[in-house]
């Protein structure tokens, strides 16, 4: 995973941590199965490619102004508080 997010956007991470799972069927019927890990941040700037068109950088406060996949920012809330708590 650290390697392939290197490879993809050029940032470093430290040890992913496992968060959560989950599944859903997609409209046209096919199962998915996803996990969900955090990580700290390391190194690197962000460098996209032609797949992707824009990032940031956000607080848990400004992740809650974007259009974000469904269910995502119910996954930051209690990750954030994770970290709060470690530091």
Do not use: Q
Not at 56 to 71: C, F, H, N, Q, R
Request: no cysteine; net charge negative; glycine share 6%.
């Amino acid at each position: 995973m650290r390697r392939e997010i290197k490879e993809e956007v050029n940032v470093e991470i430290g040890k992913p941590e496992f968060f959560t799972d989950f599944t859903y069927i997609t409209p046209d019927g096919v199962p998915v199965l996803g996990f969900t890990y955090f990580a700290e941040y390391v190194s690197g700037e962000v460098v996209l490619d032609e797949d992707a068109t824009e990032f940031a950088w956000v607080s848990l406060e400004e992740a809650s102004k974007y259009d974000l996949i469904d269910g995502l920012l119910g996954e930051l809330k209690p990750v954030d508080e994770i970290l709060k708590s470690r530091s």
